[in-house]
């Protein structure tokens, strides 16, 4: 009886697996789409194998292609498993443009992150236009209890989900003002409620201050946030103040363009 050569299947297997997930990558810096022979260029591969590998994870949600320009982007089933919206509309597509209208309006560094475990993880990034600003990159993870990101996504979970993400978290002190409970974060979580914007003041980084506002879904779930940040000495009280009105009118458009029902809530001063 003739074996059947396992190892290389096996193989064989494992470096489609490492192609696919390399085309994945390709999009962190071209949310826009590419196209295949760019992608081809780009990963060093034969124009057919990045083509039979694109309409696999075409098929699958992972891409989706613009029929106009028939570019490739990230497809709807890569934010279903980062807990972003569902659906055909491609949160990081939409968030873009809302983006750079908010940092041509104060000149920081403006982030979509998502939750993701214990964790929120950025999917978007829009570098500011100060000199002295915020490098970032999409795909940076923070810990949700020291970030504006973080607890801004946390305000609006149901007291189980809540519960969830926090039940074994451990609060680690990452400068002086890190929130270092869950009763302190409890609290916060309140007046961010309030509020309607989260703030990490030097929480995550010393000298780094955050303001952050949720995006919600369809159904009117909080799936990710926006945030903008910048040094402490431009994050003055009165500052933050201006950027929360800011930065909840933006997450309240990239929400409605998601299909978001209006939240009726004001914002408080």
């Known amino acids: 009886m003739l074996r059947q050569p396992v190892q290389r299947t096996d193989d064989n297997a494992v470096l489609t697996l490492r192609r696919g997930l390399a085309i994945l990558d390709a999009f962190s810096s ?3 789409g590419l196209g295949v022979n760019e992608l081809a260029r780009r990963l060093g591969l034969h124009k057919s194998t990045v083509s039979r590998l694109c309409a696999t994870l075409e098929r699958a949600g992972y891409l989706k292609r613009d029929e106009r320009t028939a570019k490739l982007r990230l497809g709807a089933r890569i934010y279903q498993l980062a807990g972003s919206s569902s659906g055909d509309i491609d949160p990081r597509m939409v968030a873009r ?31 500011g236009s100060r000199s002295l600003r915020l490098q970032s990159r999409v795909g ?11 607890k801004a996504v946390l305000a609006w979970l149901s007291p189980l989900e809540l519960q969830q993400v ?26 961010v409620r309030e509020r309607g914007y989260s703030t990490d003041l030097e929480e995550l980084e010393e000298g780094l201050r955050c303001v952050s506002a949720p995006v919600r879904d369809e159904t009117g779930r909080v799936t990710g946030a926006i945030s903008v940040s910048g040094p402490r000495h431009r994050f003055t009280d009165e500052a933050i ?24 809530e004001q914002l408080q001063a």
């Open 30 to 32: 071209d949310p826009a």
């Open 97 to 127: 443009p809302i983006l750079s209208r908010l940092v041509e309006a104060c000149g920081e560094t403006a982030h979509f992150a998502v939750l993701e475990g214990q964790d929120v993880v950025t999917i978007e990034v829009v570098d």
């Open 140 to 150: 940076q993870r923070r810990p949700v209890h020291a970030s504006a990101l973080g």
């Open 166 to 191: 926090l039940g074994s978290r451990s609060f680690d002190r990452l400068t002086p003002n890190t929130i270092t409970s869950q009763a302190q974060l409890l609290e916060d979580l309140a007046r």
């Open 241 to 264: 103040v201006e950027l929360g009105r800011l930065i909840v009118r933006s997450a309240d458009q990239i929400s409605a363009h998601l299909g978001a029902p209006p939240i009726g």
